[in-house]
């Protein structure tokens, strides 16, 4: 299994079968198993390799943007209530 692979793993039991207060299962929301963290690593990884800022209109804020990437980059992912997680 791929590093990236088992971390999504771990990410995923730290919440499986945990219900959040909005009803949805943990397992399933892209906020709480995860998923959102890594999808904007990965996006994050294709927009320096492409040099995407080349390409973009001109009076898109680009250095805000990768701001934004960065910030996302670094959330925690839930833990679960049951696994010490934050309560709402």
């Not at 971390?7 to 943990?26: G, H, M, P, T």
């Not at 709480?32 to 927009?47: A, H, P, R």
């Not at 320096?48 to 934004?68: A, C, M, Q, T």
Request: charged content about 25%.
């Amino acid at each position: 299994m791929k590093n990236a692979e088992v971390r999504e793993v771990k990410l995923l039991d730290n919440v499986r079968n945990q219900i959040a207060f909005c009803e949805i299962l943990f397992g399933s929301c892209l906020t709480g198993n995860g998923v959102v963290i890594e999808l904007t690593k990965k996006y994050g990884e294709d927009v320096s390799s492409y040099n995407l800022e080349r390409y973009i209109p001109k009076d898109f804020n680009f250095l805000e943007f990768k701001k934004g990437l960065a910030s996302v980059q670094k959330m925690n992912a839930y833990q679960g209530c049951r696994k010490g997680g934050w309560h709402l």
